[in-house]
């Protein structure tokens, strides 16, 4: 077993943590969808994530998490390394409290309150510092 994981486990790590933060953010967003709008079919809130402008502010961490399949398909070559998406998600998940974006207001609000929240987003802290 190598002590310096490669690129590849690199990636795997930080996409795992961060399939478990994306998770996080959807449960938590399908609890507040549902105070307004009433219990909702798993698909049809498929349908919402998906579709709905409401949910649009997921994208930056959702891009990521496709660079990284990019990066781990054998098919594809990605020349995606962990560095660069690395730098992205230090910059995405910096709890900026002065950064006006919709991402980080939305994600501030569930991480000021949900403790699970701050779990997954210290397990994606720890992957990025792996990776580098």
């Known amino acids: 077993m190598s002590i310096h994981p490669t690129p590849t486990e690199q990636c795997a790590?930080?996409?795992?943590?961060?399939?478990?933060?994306?998770?996080?953010?959807?449960e938590l967003?399908?609890?507040e969808y549902e105070?307004?709008?009433?219990?909702?079919s798993s698909g049809d809130f498929l349908q919402v994530v998906a579709f709905d402008d409401c949910m649009k502010w997921l994208e930056p961490l959702s891009r990521?998490?496709?660079m990284l399949?990019?990066?781990l398909d054998p098919a594809r070559d990605a020349?995606?390394?962990?560095?660069v998406v690395s730098a992205r998600l230090?910059?995405?998940?910096?709890?900026d409290r002065s950064r006006e974006d919709e991402f980080i207001q939305r994600y501030l609000r569930?991480?000021?309150?949900?403790?699970?929240?701050?779990?997954?987003h210290a397990a994606v802290l720890k992957a990025l510092s792996a990776a580098t």
Request: aromatic share 4%.
């Open 64 to 66: 990521l998490i496709v």
């Open 13 to 26: 790590r930080l996409r795992s943590a961060l399939l478990n933060l994306h998770r996080t953010l959807i």
């Open 110 to 120: 569930h991480f000021d309150t949900a403790p699970d929240l701050a779990v997954e």
């Open 90 to 95: 230090r910059e995405l998940l910096s709890l």
């Open 69 to 71: 399949d990019e990066a």
């Open 79 to 83: 020349g995606l390394t962990p560095a």
């Open 35 to 40: 105070k307004f709008h009433g219990r909702t």
């Open 29 to 31: 967003e399908r609890r």
